[in-house]
């Protein structure tokens, strides 16, 4: 059974940097797409970035939210079970709790898209990120 656990969040200044990590039991993390997503305060929650499995047709492929591109990069560590989002440049509106979310693909699902991870995936607990200075 699918179980995922963030880690990593914590408090930063704005510009600085944080490693949010999302580490899989029970199952290879790399049969399932997965996607970040963050919800702040009296928001929506949205989806930040999301990456395929490594073995897709056209090989491991990734997306992201036009307010992070650029700033955040998503990546997998398949000896680790683990997918990390690395975020640099932080700004105080990227404060959110930080899930992430994992939904089991195949070979033809060449692209994440992380309405559908998040609509259909597994969750985590979630971890709090609060930029700030």
């Known amino acids: 059974q699918l179980r995922l656990v963030e880690s990593g969040g914590g408090l930063s200044q704005p510009g600085g940097s944080l490693r949010l990590s999302c580490k899989a039991s029970?199952?290879?993390?790399?049969?399932?797409?997965v996607g970040w997503f963050r919800q702040a305060p009296g928001k929506e929650r949205e989806g930040v970035s999301c990456i395929t499995i490594t073995h897709t047709f056209s090989g491991e492929n990734t997306d992201y939210a036009a307010s992070v591109k650029g700033r955040f990069t998503i990546s997998r560590d398949n000896a680790k079970n683990t997918v990390y989002l690395q975020m640099h440049s932080l700004k105080p509106e990227d404060t959110a709790v930080y899930y992430c979310?994992?939904?089991?693909?195949?070979?033809?699902?060449?692209?994440?898209?992380?309405?559908?991870?998040?609509?259909?995936?597994?969750w985590g607990q979630g971890t709090q990120v609060t930029v700030s200075s």
């Open positions: 979310a994992a939904l089991f693909s195949t070979p033809t699902q060449e692209q994440c898209v992380m309405s559908v991870i998040g609509e259909f995936g597994s």
């Open positions: 029970g199952v290879t993390l790399d049969d399932y797409a």
